[in-house]
């Protein structure tokens, strides 16, 4: 309880956060940025708190080992992880909306609960992140922003993994005792909505280039589907892609479900889509990109996809499937 006496300056409670190893230490200094951000004066306490992490982000930082890999990612390790998860969040947060994201914060981390199984080991998130027959999405992914990885130690009671746009990071949390087979396919799922943000700047919609892939390959309308299940369509079926015919197609259950040749017609769309973004890295870093369908590239990709192995018409072939998803990550 802070003791009404003391007045408690943002650089306190920001010196605590950076210095805080547990859970619970961090949530109280997140419940404390909430109290004195709803009292009176709370918009120069919100900008005294920002001042605060952008002078202590840096030390907090260079006391860290991280896991720098040559494809373009960084990793937090579990002891580390929530410390600088908050900070980063209060380091990007728009002066306007400290409240909203240190609230949101605070939701996210109080959410973990002891884990009953444990996270990928690092050699196996690399592998996955690093073994993808898209070896441009990391690039791509970090165009606009550094790509983060957070490795914690403890699961979330829903999901397997999560992706936060505001700072371009994916979550790799323990996954559940049944959601085990689905690790892999999640962090691919979640490098799909990190591939999606950084060409669109936004985790509510989706590349319009993807819209007659869906149709040609789920024979459905892309009306009667909405952009937040679209979204989620897209990072799965990136999953497929980056996964079809390498080591982590067997790894992907979503690769179990769909025949080969939306497989084969998915990996040529999202190896065009990533290609094609490789050559507008300096327009990613500053605003939206989209691969720009011609009647010549359309009919190009059309004329590959029917030539895929086993090519049927969807609206056949998957009249009686149901659809299924890996329903195990979230999008913030």
Not at 122 to 144: D, F, K, M, Y
Not at 265 to 279: I, N, P
Request: with cysteine.
């Amino acid at each position: 309880m802070i003791e009404q006496s003391h007045y408690v300056t943002p650089r306190e409670i920001i010196n605590r956060l950076c210095s805080a190893t547990l859970q619970a230490d961090i949530c109280a200094c997140l419940g404390d940025l909430i109290t004195h951000l709803s009292r009176r004066g709370g918009r120069a306490f919100a900008r005294a708190a920002i001042r605060a992490t952008l002078e202590s982000f840096g030390g907090l930082l260079s006391g860290m080992e991280f896991d720098r890999y040559c494809g373009g990612y960084t990793m937090i390790q579990p002891r580390n992880a929530f410390r600088v998860l908050s900070a980063l969040s209060l380091y990007l947060a728009d002066p306007l909306e400290v409240m909203g994201t240190v609230r949101q914060t605070l939701e996210l981390i109080s959410s973990f609960q002891k884990a009953t199984t444990t996270p990928l080991a690092p050699e196996e998130i690399h592998a996955v992140l690093g073994g993808t027959r898209l070896p441009h999405c990391i690039r791509v992914a970090s165009s606009w922003r550094p790509l983060l990885v957070f490795r914690i130690d403890a699961a979330e009671p829903i999901y397997n993994s999560s992706y936060l746009s505001g700072i371009n990071a994916i979550i790799a949390s323990a996954p559940q005792k049944d959601r085990r087979q689905w690790a892999k396919q999640a962090l691919l799922h979640e490098l799909g909505h990190a591939i999606q943000v950084a060409l669109t700047k936004t985790p509510f919609e989706v590349p319009r280039s993807f819209f007659p892939v869906y149709e040609a390959t789920s024979g459905r309308d892309i009306g009667s589907t909405s952009m937040k299940d679209l979204s989620e369509v897209f990072a799965d079926t990136f999953s497929i892609a980056a996964s079809y015919e390498t080591e982590l197609q067997a790894a992907n259950p979503l690769c179990q479900v769909f025949p080969r040749w939306i497989q084969c017609g998915l990996s040529r769309y999202f190896d065009v889509l990533t290609g094609e973004a490789l050559k507008n890295m300096e327009t990613l870093a500053q605003r939206a990109w989209d691969l720009s369908w011609t009647q010549a590239s359309w009919s190009e990709y059309t004329k590959f996809l029917t030539g895929c192995p086993g090519y049927a018409d969807p609206r056949i072939a998957l009249r009686d499937s149901t659809r299924q998803s890996v329903g195990s990550g979230r999008l913030l």
